[in-house]
């Protein structure tokens, strides 16, 4: 710390304390910066001013630093200063303008998503900040949050997109929206083999619920539509569900199957690197072994109380289509 007053009355400035004190612990050069050229090469040289740092050892050392104007009589450094021992931060780092702290840690037997649901708790109890502080994630956290809400987006624009697909196709949003409801028991069978194997939700298994959601939702178009053409050919609504279910039980059956044992290798992740894509593989087959079963027992229900009361002629304004009730029989 130093004394201005007495600094004062040797007729020393802070720049000149400075400028003395700096050699003494470092070198000139970060205070004044000289160059010398070479008049023969014309190469220049940095010239830097400081003490061997076997001649500043100790605080002792510091204090009869010789601090002086040019031309004045030298004078010692506990003449203006105090001299203290202390702490502060080895590098000052910024971001943006601002000054931060960094802490920075690497991952052990511990994926990212759990690191950072205790990094939460651990902020959680350690209460708000002091004012004008922050406190943000920064390295591989952003990007997998950003990763993560993208796919979320994508997951419901895919069911969006599916719904109206479905709805052009059929030519009615009940048909449609019993196909959807398969889409939830996908989501459930995801969830739960994800939390017997103790998987957490991340990108792999995002990528793979979105597998099986669109597997799941093939099967049911494949169901539907045979029980909606026999519904169509004039049988009643219970027997057309239980003629499309059976029809296409082996072809859905063998669909749902050779994906799930296609996937059980990946979900093991025995071989190198299979711990990143196992989420994948467990997502995809959790997702399927429930939604096979919804779509071979639950399905057929959705379908027959939505279709119950439904007239078999076709909603279609065109005159070309035989069951609308607009055809011309030309």
């Known amino acids: 710390n130093i004394d201005r007053d007495r600094a004062g009355q040797f007729g020393l400035t802070m720049a000149d304390v400075v400028r003395s004190v700096v050699p003494a612990t470092s070198s000139s050069r970060y205070t004044e910066a000289n160059y010398w050229r070479d008049p023969v090469s014309g190469n220049g040289f940095q010239i830097q001013v400081q003490l061997p740092q076997n001649r500043v050892q100790s605080v002792d050392d510091l204090n009869v630093v010789p601090v002086m104007k040019n031309g004045s009589s030298p004078t010692y450094l506990d003449d203006v200063a105090a001299v203290k021992l202390g702490t502060m931060p080895g590098l000052i780092e910024r971001n943006n ?83 959807i409801l398969t889409i939830p028991a996908v989501l459930c069978g995801v969830i739960v083999m994800l939390r017997i194997t103790g998987t957490t939700l991340n990108i792999e298994s995002f990528m793979g619920a979105i597998m099986a959601v669109g597997i799941a939702v093939a099967n049911a178009i494949l ?108």
């Open 97 to 179: 303008g601002q000054r931060v702290v960094s802490l920075t840690a690497n991952l052990h037997g511990i994926t990212l998503s759990d690191a950072k649901s205790k990094l939460d708790d651990a902020l959680a109890k350690a209460g708000a900040p002091p004012r004008g502080v922050t406190v943000k994630y920064r390295g591989q956290i952003p990007p997998l949050q950003e990763t993560i809400s993208g796919l979320r987006v994508g997951l419901l624009l895919a069911v969006a997109a599916i719904f109206l697909l479905l709805a052009a196709n059929f030519q009615s949003a009940r048909l449609a929206l019993s196909i």
């Open 223 to 330: 169901l539907i539509s045979f029980a909606e053409r026999f519904r169509r050919e004039g049988r009643p609504v219970f027997e057309a569900t239980q003629a499309g279910a059976t029809s296409r039980l082996r072809a859905i059956l063998m669909t749902a199957v050779a994906m799930i044992f296609g996937m059980i290798p990946m979900a093991i992740g025995f071989a190198e690197g299979g711990s990143q894509t196992a989420p994948l593989g467990r997502a995809v087959i959790g997702g399927l072994i429930v939604s096979t079963f919804a779509t071979l027992t639950i399905l057929p229900s959705i379908y027959a109380i939505l279709q119950g009361r439904a007239s078999v002629t076709s909603p279609s304004l065109n005159p070309m289509d035989s069951r609308s009730r607009y055809y011309d029989g030309k």
